[in-house]
């Protein structure tokens, strides 16, 4: 999330889509009526009236999994009628940068495409350079080559009339939600994009981001005030979990994982400092070795970064077919797996295509299922069509201390750091997660140091006492490790630090070994100064106060810049672009606002400081699905064809041969999807233990519109059964206006939807996950699965 929850009430036009935020995100949903309040337009695309919806100014009703045809109408219509921020886009995107004359792009595909391994080869997408090694640019944007140019040939094709056909929305409505978006690209507006998992649970969830992400930038809405690229995330500390290295191809602060081929410490950080030859690109990434180097010393503090890194576990490769969610429980369910730690997790209920799921969980020879109550993972084994007898995987349930039993800080959707403090002790003498993971190293480490075995010496060796205080688990040990210290006596411009001193922030980590940190992001977050995630000042200063910044309130990463790429904010001069809004500006010594990006003088580096080449990415030639953004439909959908090419699906999308896919398939005619509503949390572990939560929904529903219903002979309240090719699952129908079929090509699609919170173990009328019904198909980025657009009957019970 580049801004902040404060920060939606300075937009001019707020587009909420592959999200209901007035449901699932009420906190954000307050700023948005600020900016109502304020004049700002509302608008809400989804397949589903919402409760959003009805606050919305306007609302489309889109099938699900067609997004990138309506974004890549809006792109075309901005070029079309030359609504681009043109100095924005020509000082600070690579809109100008000339392209490989090596690339092409030809009926879906990019060059480079290999059909035996459904990947890419990505080298004809990068850009060409001069003899200095700097990337060649038009900034007339007239070369045939340069990304300006090229995004005009790639759009062309998404006109009103095949946009309309494939999405369901009409030209009207095409038409009125981009000239209303699209307004916001000028100097003194900002447009700003809520998004949650309406857009990543697709085969095409990073691409859906990317595109509005290359929408902001046309328009000049990154860096500004009330603008942004917004994740909505679906936990109080996903952001925090996310940063901490959650997913397998990161390590803490996004470092990458290392590979097997990258055997020392300096072939890893060779091959991941990016080098740039233009003076005026800050080129942050540059500084990866000192960042690595100090997480390593985190974990290994009396070992070298180069004797730790040994130590560190290597992956063959980090491609999500191989490592991701969808990937393990299939090789889960092939018998690769001894055990697996389900730990705050409820995988038979929340992963797409879950008897799948169940079933492998019974191949495991044990299972460690860590959580607050009895749940569908822990006793799987008892669940439908289970037979405990000719189940072998030995289950160990630990339960364990819920949030407000615990010590410790959240990152919220927007960066935030924030210290919670412990409430009332957890019963029966449970404990909380980092105890028990605490604990349960600690006997490892005992076992490894007693009896040997394969490899000791990163087990032995790990620095695990860092984070207790005498032999019991300390979450202010590990937020100060997490930020750092110097490990000796160092003098860094012309002041010493003390050994044991925590670092004051990122711009002090070292190579040599001579600073830890766990994580270089939250390098800043507990210095000497103290806790910064428990500050709790709303001063602010006249400046600060005109947009909504409270830098005292909590710590936000990095370095407590509330909005990212903020010197895209002001123009070369240090001018803020909107004078009303100023995110930062240059006051001829310093600047002032927020925490700029980086402090050098205006004009003198570019804005988007994170990228090697310093500007926005337009053109993003590392993605494993494309440079840009194109139409797919879901591996499930009701057309053979769509009008954008002849490649129906994501050719780089994770998929398993042996496993069917519904397309235009007359058993399963209805569009499916999944979604959250305010009453339950996730699979429902919590909310379905609360007597007044299940009460409020007490079982699972599925949501049909009026037509549907004649259609199929179905009542308001009966029950139905819901049917996909992976199972079945029965539903309560809810029949409603909220839901509509659409006109896509002619043809009335029908689309149902279904919440994901419910599961067989409590209440015993309450039904099972809708999960039962969604595929094995995934992001080939980042592996999440297609759990918003899938195909399904729905038949009287």
């Not at 920060?7 to 587009?15: A, P």
């Not at 160990?396 to 960066?415: I, M, Y």
């Not at 001579?514 to 800043?524: A, D, K, P």
């Not at 600060?544 to 903020?566: D, E, H, T």
Request: glycine share 8%; proline share 6%; net charge neutral.
């Amino acid at each position: 999330m580049t801004n902040h929850w404060i920060d939606i009430q300075n937009s001019d036009c707020v587009l909420i889509m592959g999200s209901n935020a007035a449901e699932n995100h009420p906190i954000s949903f307050k700023w948005v009526t600020r900016a109502q309040e304020r004049g700002a337009t509302l608008i809400h695309v989804d397949p589903r009236f919402t409760r959003t919806s009805a606050k919305a100014d306007m609302y489309a009703g889109l099938r699900s999994g067609s997004d990138i045809a309506v974004l890549g109408g809006m792109i075309k219509y901005i070029l079309d009628n030359d609504l681009i921020f043109k100095e924005y886009v020509v000082n600070y995107t690579n809109a100008s940068f000339v392209v490989s004359k090596d690339y092409d792009f030809k009926d879906g595909l990019f060059s480079g495409y290999n059909p035996e391994t459904r990947s890419y080869d990505k080298k004809s997408w990068a850009f060409e350079t001069d003899a200095q090694g700097v990337p060649v640019q038009d900034a007339s944007l007239k070369h045939p080559r340069c990304v300006y140019q090229l995004l005009k040939q790639h759009y062309q094709r998404y006109e009103l009339d095949k946009v309309s056909a494939i999405s369901g929305l009409s030209r009207d409505e095409l038409l009125r939600l981009y000239k209303t978006y699209t307004a916001t690209g000028k100097a003194d507006k900002a447009g700003t994009i809520m998004y949650a998992m309406g857009w990543t649970q697709h085969t095409v969830g990073v691409q859906n981001i990317r595109c509005m992400a290359m929408i902001q930038l046309l328009l000049g809405n990154i860096g500004v005030a009330g603008g942004g690229v917004n994740a909505l995330r679906g936990e109080s500390n996903v952001q925090g979990s996310t940063d901490q290295c959650l997913l397998y191809h990161i390590l803490p602060g996004y470092l990458k994982t290392p590979l097997v081929d990258e055997q020392t410490l300096e072939m890893h950080n060779t091959k991941y400092t990016p080098v740039s030859k233009d003076p005026k690109s800050a080129n942050w990434w540059q500084n990866y070795p000192k960042y690595m180097n100090s997480l390593l010393k985190s974990m290994w503090q009396e070992a070298t970064p180069a004797d730790a890194y040994r130590w560190l576990p290597k992956l063959d490769n980090r491609n999500a077919s191989e490592y991701a969610w969808l990937t393990l429980f299939d090789k889960m369910d092939d018998g690769q797996f001894k055990g697996l730690f389900s730990w705050g997790m409820n995988p038979a209920c929340s992963g797409a295509n879950s008897i799948k799921t169940r079933q492998a969980l019974g191949k495991l020879d044990w299972l460690v299922n860590v959580n607050i109550f009895p749940n569908e993972t822990g006793w799987f084994w008892e669940g439908p069509g289970m037979n405990p007898k000719e189940i072998k995987t030995e289950v160990f349930f630990l339960p364990c201390a819920v949030s407000v039993e615990k010590e410790g800080s959240v990152t919220n959707s927007g960066r935030w750091m924030q210290w919670r403090y412990k409430g009332p002790d957890a019963p029966n003498g449970q404990k909380p997660d980092g105890d028990i993971m605490y604990e349960l190293m600690e006997e490892i480490r005992h076992l490894y140091t007693k009896e040997g075995g394969a490899y000791p010496e990163p087990i032995t060796n790990l620095s695990w006492d860092a984070i207790a205080t005498r032999g019991v688990f300390d979450a202010h040990k590990v937020a100060k490790l997490i930020n750092g210290y110097f490990t000796r006596d160092v003098e860094i411009k012309g002041k010493v630090y003390k050994k044991g001193t925590l670092v004051p922030s990122f711009a002090f980590l070292q190579e040599d070994g001579s600073t830890m940190s766990g994580n270089w992001l939250y390098c800043h977050s507990y210095t000497e100064k103290g806790n910064m995630a428990a500050r709790r000042d709303p001063s602010q200063t006249p400046e600060q106060a005109k947009i909504g910044l409270y830098p005292n309130w909590s710590w936000c990463w990095p370095v407590n810049r509330r909005i990212l790429y903020n010197r895209a904010s002001v123009d070369m001069q240090g001018k803020p672009y909107a004078p009303e809004k100023p995110v930062i500006q240059w006051d001829g010594a310093k600047w002032v606002g927020d925490v700029p990006d980086g402090g050098w003088a205006p004009g003198t580096k570019h804005a988007f400081i994170m990228r090697k080449h310093g500007h926005g990415q337009i053109f993003g030639p590392g993605r494993a699905d494309g440079p840009m953004p194109e139409y797919y439909e879901p591996l499930e959908c009701p057309v053979k064809s769509h009008p954008f090419s002849s490649q129906l699906h994501n050719p780089t999308a994770i998929s398993f041969d042996d496993e069917q896919k519904a397309v235009c398939d007359p058993r399963f005619p209805f569009v499916g999807t999944t979604y959250r509503v305010t009453e339950h949390w996730q699979t429902g572990v919590m909310t379905r233990n609360q007597g007044w939560l299940i009460e409020a929904e007490p079982q699972v529903f599925v949501e049909l519109s009026p037509e549907l219903a004649q259609m199929r002979g179905i009542e308001n309240g009966e029950k139905v059964m819901v049917d996909s090719l992976r199972g079945s699952i029965w539903a309560v129908a809810i029949v409603t206006k909220r839901m509509k079929p659409f006109a896509i090509q002619g043809v009335e699609v029908h689309q149902v939807g279904l919440p994901w919170h419910f599961g067989w173990t409590w209440p015993k009328d309450g039904g099972d996950s809708a999960n039962i019904l969604t595929p094995s198909v995934g992001d080939p980025n980042t592996g999440i699965p297609e759990t918003k657009a899938f195909m399904v009957n729905v038949r009287k019970a």
